[in-house]
Structures are given as C-alpha cells and as structure tokens.
C-alpha cells in the first residue's frame, strides 16, 4: 500500500521537520513547553545541561566511590556471550533463530564491576537489571541524583514508574526494541548511541515469533548453554539487525529491504550530562561508548504513557498485513501486540517487550534466582 509508505515520510516531516534530526535544547524545558513541543507530539529530543548540578557526575566517574558506598550491596549482573541481551541468534540444536535473554546472578557489587571491566573472558557483563533496581539495588546512590525529573513529572502528571541504573562497557548493545513508557534517559559517563524509529515505522522491522531461550553459564563461568524455554514461549521480536557484518549485509539486506531500502533511523548521541527525552512506542537500538574508566554509566527515568488516541492509532496500523510490491513475503509479518496491564504483569517484561510471552520467561528465571 503507498498509503503506509507515504505516511513513513510525512511522519518525520511533522515529527523532525525537514533536516531529519533530533533537536537538541540548550536547557531544560519548561514543563509546559515540554509538554507542548514534544510529550503531545510524541517527538524526542535532547536536553543539555539536564543534570550537570548531579553530584553523581562527578562521583560516579571515580569507580571507587562506587565500590566503597556499594560495598555492602548485592546487585543483578546479566551475562551473555556477546553483550547482545534480549535479542536474536541462532540456536545451536535448531536451524532458526531464537529469543535469548541474559542469565542472570546476584554478586557483590565489586565482584560484579570486576566482570564489567573485564573484555578478555566468556561472557560480557551488563548492569542492567531494570525493574525499578535504581531504587532498590542501588539505593544508597539515590542522593547522587534527582529522584526524579521535575520539569517531566510535573508535565506528565506523575512520578517515575520505574528508575534503573545501567553501568557496562563497549561491547553491550539493546536490539530494537519499544516501551510503553515516556522514558527520561540520562547519561553519567560516556556515551550512548541511539537508533530511532517512529512507531509508524513498525513494519520495516518485521516483527516475527520466536522461540524463546535464555543463556545458563556455569558456576566459574567458563561455560555458557543456551537453553529453550520449557514449556515452549514463543516472543515477538524485531528481526532486524541494523549493523550486520560485512559477510552478511546483503543477505540482511535483501531479507529485509523495507529497513536497509526505506528512510534512514535517526541517529543521535547522549554524552555525560545530557537527556535524551524517548516518546513511547518509538523503536530504539542502542550501542555505548565507554569514558577513561572503560564504563559507560546512565540512569532512566520511566514514566507511564497515556493510552491515548496515538496508542489507538498504533495498534491500527500494527493490525494490518502491509505487502510491498518489492517484498513479496512481508505479509506473513506478524506484528500481534499482545497487551497491557500494568496491574497484573512485571514491570520488566512490559517495558522490554511488551509480550506476555516474555512474562512467562522472566518468571521462570526470578524462580531460579530465588
């Protein structure tokens, strides 16, 4: 349908205008202008200078202050093979693709930032736990930053769903992903880099099923399985690796030709200091960079979205089977979005992949842990 493709375009007319870039402020918004110039038109943006007056600025670049006010603390480390957690590769025992999240294990704060730093072992490891772990794992920290956003909450009409502290290295990376959450990021140390796309855009990324596995590293973490669900949980994902190795880019290419064929995702990078402003629903790939540390520190602020008309207006046009002449087998996409209810469901498993498929998983992996 043209219709799908002409929409593609006047989106990132109205959102970004017609140099296609996230905008960037120069100081924190008013909560009104906030709330006029982006919440209501879904658009993200950049905020420097949003939290230079944190003391964990310059606190958190000194890893020994972390060490020694986290001393006492046990804190949830993810660990994979590659630093891609919650995202597509093939199982061995399986001639497809699967749905692999991290395993995960409670260390000692220091014995976890010892494998962080760490780049020459088996596996890469991510602070990330999510699920509020700012205010809970990480909760001697809390007056080293704002417990929340003012100029957001009061635009938002709300406090922060979740908060949650993200410390890894360069080898982590966020598959494309959505949330049902206004998400306030804000950067400590190094960089992140960010892959954005519309929620108009959620065809090109050819949401398909996938069984889902988690890794399982032995108890000297020498070793690392990956295991299949059982029962069987199959997740919805998107397929679409932006950054493909050289060998494979034309292969990705022309499996998925409305991505590497159609407009290009915005880029921008978040440095030490700013805020990145994340609408919901938009679809985002992240890879870091580290500072002189070898870390990259960010904290996000969630904020529960509106289920409003745009909320209606997604799932519309999530619903419909788009076919492109250039892509004879993209009708057999499927895009189910399989709810929400923020009453019943964990936290975690709304806001990464909003499936109660992947609810299922990470219940069995908090049954393990325990």
Not at 291 to 306: F, K, L
Not at 312 to 333: G, V
Not at 359 to 369: L, M
């Amino acid at each position: 349908m043209k219709e799908v493709e002409t929409l593609w375009d006047e989106v990132r007319e109205l959102s970004l205008g017609s140099n296609s870039r996230i905008q960037r402020l120069d100081s924190p918004p008013t909560a009104v202008e906030f709330l006029r110039e982006f919440v209501s038109q879904n658009k993200p943006c950049i905020i420097n200078k949003a939290n230079l007056h944190w003391p964990a600025l310059s606190l958190w670049t000194q890893l020994s202050y972390l060490s020694k006010t986290l001393s006492s603390s046990l804190v949830s480390l993810h660990l994979t093979p590659n630093g891609r957690a919650d995202s597509l590769v093939k199982h061995p025992s399986l001639d497809q693709l699967c749905f692999a999240s991290a395993h995960v294990q409670q260390l000692p704060f220091d014995q976890a930032l010892q494998l962080v730093l760490s780049t020459d072992s088996k596996a890469v490891a991510y602070l990330q736990q999510q699920n509020d772990c700012f205010r809970s794992e990480y909760s001697v920290l809390g007056s080293d930053c704002d417990e929340h956003i003012p100029w957001a909450t009061e635009a938002l009409g709300c406090y922060p769903e979740a908060v949650n502290l993200w410390i890894g290295n360069h080898l982590s990376e966020t598959s494309f992903h959505k949330d049902h959450y206004e998400n306030l990021y804000a950067v400590v140390s190094g960089q992140k880099h960010f892959l954005l796309l519309p929620p108009t855009d959620v065809h090109r990324l050819y949401i398909r099923h996938y069984p889902a596995a988690h890794y399982s590293y032995s108890q000297d973490m020498l070793d690392c399985a990956l295991e299949l669900e059982k029962p069987a949980i199959h997740v919805p994902w998107c397929s679409v690796n932006p950054y493909p190795s050289p060998e494979t880019r034309e292969t990705e290419m022309a499996k998925f030709p409305l991505f590497f064929n159609g407009p290009k995702p915005f880029e921008c990078t978040v440095n030490a200091g700013e805020i990145l402003y994340l609408p919901s629903m938009w679809f985002h790939h992240v890879r870091q960079s580290p500072d002189e540390n070898g870390v990259t520190v960010a904290v996000n602020y969630w904020y529960d979205m509106q289920f409003d008309i745009k909320y209606a207006y997604f799932n519309f046009l999530q619903s419909i089977h788009y076919k492109s002449p250039h892509d004879p087998t993209l009708s057999e996409i499927e895009c189910e979005d399989l709810g929400y209810d923020a009453s019943v469901h964990n936290l975690r498993d709304e806001v990464r992949v909003d499936t109660l498929a992947l609810n299922a998983v990470d219940a069995k992996q908090d049954n393990e842990d325990k």
